[in-house]
């Protein structure tokens, strides 16, 4: 997983049928070599902009849905406490 | 997943059997360090060249199309919406 | 995998229901070009702080589970002997 | 997806027994951030040195196969046409 | 895949029940920008150090492995020919 900060919600009413409802947040990574890298990644715990998520990649993601057809490769799976520092 | 922009198609006559019909797209990531990386990623929902989509990688790529063995591992999921800015 | 060595705890207090109970590690890359690349990595075999362990990342991470379907992608497998030297 | 150059044949007579008879092949990714990454990918359509072809990986190569337990993470699954420009 | 020349041995006494007995090998990545980059790769097919291999990632290393839940992310599945040029 990676350390990201939530940065902006993705609006996109054109998507795939299965992707309905599902809320898309634009993070960015936190530290080391891949800081400021962007990714898009599916939320369903709620995480709000400016909060540090950990963010899980590939088919991993998918284990966040109720199914496994839906066609997400990045997924927020925990919010990173306030007071942890890293 | 990512966000990209769509900037060419690509073409290929010889390829895999279960490709035939479906329709590759060039993009290029927006934004952050990997700004500039080209993909090719298969399209099933109308992105036309110039748009900003959302772009799913691996094995969830799989899960836009109607049957999992076709050998694609980049599809758009989504057209990002004109006025989001981010 | 990578060699990598542990720098962190990370807490997350929210989370996936499926996460609860399982301890996450913050670890950095340890040599070549991905030097200084940080990951989040579950641990179930007790890796501590300023070792060096083994990460397997991907769908793999998750056989380190019993069972499939947590959303992790990253995973300690193994600790690095200490009179290794590469 | 990426688009790549083929560059030369890859021969390895001590292999995976799954392996054998399988055409190895280097190519060079084209364009973009990632231009120069080496790669070996498995050839089973024909493609020729000096071609531009599309490489999937991951998961995904191994659908270009008659069975799924081919120890293979990239497949050149088509052949992009001389007069596409991109 | 990748090229990739193996340039020492990884000894983890503390590691995952299921990974006792596989040999781990410390690699790095041969040509293109990706050269210098480690990876540690589990070793089935005898690969020497100095010696130039081919390393599979991802899920597919997992078919080198005689059953399914291994924790490996990569393997050499090929042993390149010393006249081999590249």
């Known amino acids: 997983m990676i350390a990201a900060k939530v ?9 795939a049928e299965s992707l309905i409802g599902l809320k898309f947040m634009l993070v960015e990574v936190l530290g080391g070599i891949d800081a ?4 898009i990644a599916a939320d369903t715990i709620g995480a709000g902009i400016g909060e ?8 991993s993601a998918r284990k966040m849905m109720n199914q ?9 799976v925990g919010i990173i406490d306030e007071d942890c520092t890293f």
């Open 7 to 15: 940065i902006d919600n993705i609006w996109a009413t054109r998507k």
């Open 36 to 39: 400021g890298r962007l990714m």
């Open 52 to 59: 540090r998520v950990v963010v899980c990649t590939g088919s």
């Open 68 to 76: 496994d057809d839906v066609p997400i490769d990045a997924a927020i």
